[in-house]
């Protein structure tokens, strides 16, 4: 049986780290409030050059974690034939960050897609990889989640609640057809559009005449807007949801979980799904304190370091899973 196997994984996360320390110095905010409220210590986020841009891009960072997934994959970039792109953050309005990695890794007009699912949009795109490759459309995936989110934040005391959480970085995975047991063995994917306005970023928006104006940016419009208690609500019960739903497609239980890389939103959530499921410790895998939430690129830069930890095996069940913003959630069940 041919199936989607993840023969590579590489992550980049910029230099420059903002503690919650430095973040207090600007915005009205502690060390303790967010520690306790998220689990993050310290996130990244691009350095600004003296251009006023910062000094990669997303697609930029997006290649550099591609080429790690390629170099770990024992790959060559002319075996890729498709990309596909995760993020809610494009470098431009269009076209997606997909094809400018086309263009930096060489691909030689391999199929560029982009995802455009948020938190969401890792487990979209393994799952949109893996039916390529079920149905021959593609042999070798690149998939890639990759934001900035720093230039996007409002960094005033008025947005603390969005600013204190998020970071920029990338990760990437190779995904090849292959022979056997290995790779995804079932996705699950939902959506609910009715919370769409609970969590989103309204401006620039396409039914305005130029798009934007200065009352939407007096009133903080074009700045992400998030419903913290809501979201926290439904994201700890569809990620149980979904994890439940994926492993009886495959027929397994909690406890056949080697290791589950939960999108890293809040500390809190991981260990309430954690606990409900009844999971242990070492199924369960984080890292945001490091990085905070990155938002597509959470789960591919965690596997990364899952990898490099030593933490997942040939052999392995693995569960990725994440909600966020449409509201759309979903998970992916895969043998390593
Ligand atoms: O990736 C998917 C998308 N995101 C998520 O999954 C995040 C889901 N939600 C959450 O993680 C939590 O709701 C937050 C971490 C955002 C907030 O935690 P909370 O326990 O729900 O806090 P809250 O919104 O109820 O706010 C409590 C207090 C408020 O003050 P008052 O009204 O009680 O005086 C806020 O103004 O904390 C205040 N607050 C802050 N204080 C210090 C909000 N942000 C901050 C801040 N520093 N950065």
Known sequence: MIRAAIIGTGFFAPENVVTNDDLAQIIDTSDK???????IKERRWLAMGEDGRTVLNGAEMGAKAAER???????????????????????????????????????????????????????YGLAAADGFIRAGTAKTVLVIGGEIQSTALDKSDRGRDMSVLFGDGAGAVVVQAKEGDQGVIASVLHSQGRYARDLWLEGPVATMEGRID????????????????????????????????????????????????PHQANQRITDAVGQRLGLKPEQVFSNIAKYGNTTAATIPIALAEAVEEGRLKKGDLLVTVAFGSGFTWGANLVRW
């Open 214 to 261: 200065s009352a939407m940016i007096d009133e903080g419009r074009h700045f992400p807007k998030m419903n913290g208690q809501i979201v926290f609500k439904h994201a700890t019960r569809r990620f149980c949801e979904s994890i439940n739903e994926v492993l009886e497609k495959g027929g397994f239980t909690p406890e056949d979980i080697d290791l589950m890389v």
């Open 33 to 39: 409030w967010i520690t306790e409220r998220s689990g």
């Open 69 to 123: 997934a390629i170099a770990n994959a024992g790959i060559e970039n002319s075996d890729i034939d498709q990309v596909i792109f995760a993020t809610l953050n494009p470098d431009v309005a269009f076209p997606g960050n997909g094809v400018f990695i086309e263009e930096l890794l060489g691909l030689n007009t391999a199929g560029a897609m982009d995802i455009r699912n948020q938190c969401t949009g890792f487990v």
